[in-house]
Nanobody
Framework: QLLLVESGGGLVQPGGSLTPSCVAF????????IAWFHQVPGKERGGISC????????RYEDSVKGRFAISRDSEKNMIFLPINSLKPEDTGVYYC??????????????????WGQGIQDTVSS
């Protein structure tokens, strides 16, 4: 079983930046697709970005393209999600999660097995 722990949340003004990160314990993160999900109160978690276990292919949901960047650090067993030009609608809880199913980096909630505890990002002036 993989233990995932997120960090890097916080309060930032619109237009600012944050870099949520996700560290894994218990297994090599390179063996998993790792995705980030975003959740606001009253709504289901939505997949926003993923980096695959094979070829390290990257996928972004359309609303975050150009502002979010996902990357791996294999030595540290970590995934990073730098976010630029933050908007108030980016406020919410961010979760990292792992999957080993096919297709690679499908952003459906049910494909992901182990989840981090989530971190709160708030974008407000």
């Amino acid at each position: 079983q993989l233990l995932l722990v997120e960090s890097g949340g916080g309060l930032v003004q619109p237009g600012g930046s944050l870099t949520p990160s996700c560290v894994a314990f218990g297994s090599n993160l390179d063996n998993y697709d790792i995705a980030w999900f975003h959740q606001v109160p009253g709504k289901e978690r939505g997949g926003i970005s993923c980096i695959s276990r094979i070829g390290f292919s990257i996928r972004y949901e359309d609303s975050v393209k150009g502002r979010f960047a996902i990357s791996r650090d294999s030595e540290k067993n970590m995934i990073f999600l730098p976010i630029n030009s933050l908007k108030p609608e980016d406020t919410g809880v961010y979760y990292c999660a792992e999957a080993t199913q096919w297709p690679l980096c499908g952003l459906k909630l049910e494909a992901y097995e182990d989840w981090g505890q989530g971190i709160q990002d708030t974008v407000s002036s």
